[in-house]
């Protein structure tokens, strides 16, 4: 995730990107990290069998991929805080995400082991 956002983060800070769409470049910033961060929880979840553990693999991932981001938006001149705030928005995003994730995964987990499930 941390490479990710630090791609997508000189793409869409970088000045000599100016050709790539918008919109095409929000979308991919916006689902890419869901779908990480819910795959962290998912399998944290599904590995340990605790809800724990999705939310902290997700706020994980999320704390991860936020300082890269703010890290990014100070390289280009931007607040220093922003490495604060994108560390701690990434990590309650990711979180939530992840607890969503270790949910999914417990509720696959009784669907396998639940009656008329194949022995």
């Known amino acids: 995730m941390g490479v990710a956002s630090a791609a997508l983060a000189v793409v869409g800070l970088s000045s000599s990107f100016k050709w790539v769409p918008?919109?095409?470049?929000?979308?991919?910033?916006?689902?890419?990290?869901?779908a990480i961060f819910g795959i962290a929880g998912f399998?944290?979840?599904?590995?340990?069998?605790?809800l724990y553990a999705g939310i902290l693999a997700g706020a994980m991932a999320g704390a991860i991929s936020g300082c890269i981001g703010g890290v990014a938006y100070v390289a280009f001149g931007k607040p220093v805080l922003n490495i604060a705030v994108g560390l701690l928005a990434g990590a309650v995003f990711g979180g939530a995400i992840g607890t969503t994730g270790a949910l999914l995964s417990r509720r696959t987990a009784k669907s396998q082991t639940g009656p008329g499930a194949p022995s």
């Open 43 to 50: 399998r944290a979840g599904a590995r340990t069998g605790r």
């Open 22 to 34: 918008e919109l095409p470049l929000l979308a991919v910033a916006v689902l890419l990290p869901i």
